[in-house]
């Protein structure tokens, strides 16, 4: 099994990532606007107990309305097991914007599409939905997620191990420092996983993002788990590109 856990951490970090714009984990309301488009790909170096992991992922976004985003995601593991993971297909509707708040709900199917006997996939269909509320005041924009996330499994000891239901919940902070720099930072906490733990796993995240134009995004981060159940170190960086 320890062969496996850098995958396995892997696949809970892409999967979480897909929430929200890299490096961070609580996503924003957001949307591209109609007839937009956006590329990001990510790249995180996980270490936990010793083993040490590597992964990426790349997300397309389209704008189907002014406040309708839909997306697809693809994980993938490099190290210690190379594949893709369960790949994924949501939307994201902002159906509420008033005096610098709004709110917005993301629902995302997953595909069975990764390798379960490597720890890259669930072996079956899951789906999550997500509550996302954000608010702007100058340069500062606050965000928070809660979500929940219907996992089922194609072996009966993955279904006896795992949680078919868990959930999870995040805020965020971005401070503007001017039109290219953003500082932010992230934390939140998710039920485990493991039915043989009550330890639920929590971080805290810091993270820069540089825009040198409106069409490119290039962010750094890095995240410490909280508690032994969370991944313990994770470095990562990434480039989104508008157009």
Known sequence: MKKYLGSLLVLCSASYSAFAAHPLVTDDTGTQGKGNNQVEVNTDWLRQSGVGSHVGAFTYTYGATDNLDVFTNAPASFYPSAGVGDVSVGAKWRFADRNGGSLAIKPEFFLPSGNESKGLGNGRSSLALTQIASYADGPWTFHANIGVTINRYGTADDEAANRP???????????????????????????????????????????????????????VGAKVGLNKAEVGQQFGVGATFHF
């Open 165 to 219: 239901v868990v959930w999870r919940a995040s805020t965020a902070v971005w401070y503007a420092i001017n039109a290219q720099w953003k500082i932010v930072a992230d934390t939140g906490v998710a039920q485990n996983i493991a039915r043989s733990s009550d330890v639920n796993p929590s971080f805290v995240l810091l993270g820069a993002i540089y825009s040198p134009n409106e069409s490119v995004d290039l962010d």
